[in-house]
């Protein structure tokens, strides 16, 4: 299931709000990561919405704090409050956020069917980000923070995360 | 304030605070590096859950309640879990056959609760859904390697499954506040997920050659309030803080 979504973010607001990382992933922005839902100014006062990425995820709380403070350097008031629907899915990580994390030696979440191949049926599919052979081999079904996974490569031989998909 | 959607859904997120609470006292105390980092995420999510519904439920509460308070605050009688997600770490066989009988059961209701009438269950539930799918996979592996293992992990994993059977009936219990629920077209009939479940789990433990024990007695109680002697040691180590030093702030 595709869901359409309209991200209803004010132009003027993107270049602030691309400055605030995930702080578990310092190499995503919030808006690759596509947490942020809403940005608009009301009545001198700009209202971000936010969706979390697990409900548990720690990072949020962190978020909402850093976007606050980020305004508040241009004088500018900020509220965060956090939305929960539409759920957040690996969909939304645009494909700069994609390459930003392999770079930063996670691999990028595989389409839902591959990644059900790759953590269930243990198909070597997941490309190592160091050395991108495919020769690889999950150790863990969680890694590092919930949305993770733990692999091996066994070309190179270095582990490194994999980013679960999330439909 | 509508006492009986509250309580309803206290019904649902005492369950995933006090099976989260369980699961991070394996915080640096799980059999090996992964297992511990799994059932800690796991926690993690389930507390995660459990905050969304303690926002909603403080929200309903028209200023009476805080998240914070509704967690840490209330006595053993007024938390609404059942008596299977306070049973003890006794062993890993005992953490995943514990784990196992809830995420089955929990998959099962968020199904149903993704179509509540009511707009913020219902997306809490699809949220939800993402996640405890992941659990049960998990779960359902591990119940699969310990009973298909060893000699020592057969006996152990089928002597958790022996003891914690009786704790699965209590899921189907409706109290006076989810009979409303469901009429109000808000809750789940938990009822109507008991043939669904034990089908689940039948398979699983067969393949795992696990038995099923005969049981014709089942315990409950949780929903009620009426819990097990391990509830008053779990509720001192979660409340530790605020009872300590009360209104504290992190
Ligand atoms: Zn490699």
Known sequence: ?167 | MDNSLYNYILGISDNTLILGQRLSELCGHGPNLETDIACTNIALDLLGQTRSYYQYVAKLSEGQSTEDDIAFLRTEREYKNILLVEQPNTNFGYVIIRQFFYDVFHLLLLRELQNSKDETLAAIAKKGIKEVSYHQRFSSDWVKRLGDGTKTSHNKIQEAVDDLWKFTDELFYLTEDDKSAVISGIGVDVSLLKSSYYQIVEEVLQEATLTIPELKWFRKGGKEGIHSEHMGYLLSDLQYMQRTYPNMKW
């Not at chain 1, 973010?9 to 270049?15: D, E, R």
């Not at chain 1, 930003?100 to 599919?125: Q, S, V």
Request: proline share 6%; with cysteine.
């Open chain 1, 1 to 167: 299931m595709k869901i359409e979504l309209e991200q209803h973010i004010a132009p003027q607001l993107i270049s602030v709000l691309e400055k605030i990382h995930d702080p578990e992933i310092p190499v995503l922005s919030i808006m690759d990561m596509g947490v942020v839902r809403f940005a608009q100014i009301v009545d001198g006062i700009v209202q971000v919405k936010i969706t979390p990425t697990y409900s548990g995820c720690p990072a949020m709380d962190v978020v909402g704090d850093d976007i606050v403070k980020e305004f508040k350097k241009q004088d500018i008031e900020a509220n965060v409050s956090l939305v929960l629907s539409p759920a957040w899915t690996t969909d939304w990580i645009t494909p700069k956020g994609r390459k930003a994390l392999e770079a930063y030696g996670i691999a990028a979440p595989l389409e839902e069917i591959l990644d059900k191949e790759a953590l269930l049926e243990n198909k070597k599919i997941v490309k190592c980000p160091q050395c991108t052979s495919t020769n690889t081999k999950m150790i863990s079904q969680f890694g590092s923070t919930a949305c993770k996974a733990l692999f091996k490569c066994e070309n190179c031989l270095e582990p490194f995360d994999y980013f679960k998909c999330l439909k």
